[in-house]
């Protein structure tokens, strides 16, 4: 065999071994930032379901109240807090979902509780326009009653979809307690 065809038998391998090894390190990187990727949105989405729940907690604390003041003839109608929906947003770009929220069960959860949120957040609003702008009207009272009991029933939904979706956020939400209260 001529020594210039061993020379080009052994540069073509050498370019070929490099290619396939360029390529596999490409890939091993690409995987890995995928897996870190997945694991910061997944992280984001459960941390934003978890003050969610937060929220909801504590809106449906100030409801109960007001409620009970209500029927004691004293006026504490408060604003709610808003839920925060910038998880939906993020889900929406990355597709497929994260890890736990990747299967269709997940998913359709997922779904309920963007809806229910979207819904709880509009009818909080609708609530706050009333309360700012009819405070002197004869059934403001009973409106109010109204507004509460269905954000009431509505949150209990939401709460049953959250616990659904991240059944550990009970476990926290004790911790969270005991440090408000340290």
């Known amino acids: 065999m001529p020594e210039w065809l061993i020379g080009f038998i052994g540069g073509v391998l050498a370019t070929v071994l490099g290619f396939v090894l360029t390529m596999s390190w490409d890939l091993f ?7 870190e990727r997945e694991k910061t949105v997944e992280g ?25 003041s209500l029927d004691e003839n004293k006026m504490l109608v408060l604003p709610l807090t808003l839920f ?12 497929p979902f994260p890890g736990k ?14 809806e229910l949120t979207t819904d709880i957040n509009e009818t909080m609003r609708s609530r706050e326009v009333f309360r700012l702008h009819n405070q002197g009207t004869a059934d403001f009272v009973a409106q ?21 979706l991240d059944p550990e ?13 340290s």
């Not at 990187?29 to 897996?35: G, N």
């Not at 925060?84 to 597709?95: A, I, T």
């Open 29 to 35: 990187k690409h995987r890995k930032e995928a897996k």
């Open 44 to 68: 984001f989405v459960g941390m934003e379901l978890t003050e969610n729940r937060r929220i909801l907690l504590s809106n449906q604390r100030l409801l109960e109240n007001e409620l009970r």
């Open 84 to 95: 925060r929906m910038g998880f939906w947003e993020l889900l929406k770009g990355h597709l």
């Open 101 to 114: 929220y990747r299967s269709s069960s997940a998913v359709l959860d997922l779904l309920v509780v963007v």
């Open 144 to 164: 109010i009653r109204i507004y509460d009991k269905r954000l009431i029933e509505d949150g209990q939904m939401l709460l049953k979809y959250l616990d659904k």
């Open 169 to 181: 956020a009970k476990e926290y939400e004790h911790i969270a307690e005991e440090l408000l209260k």
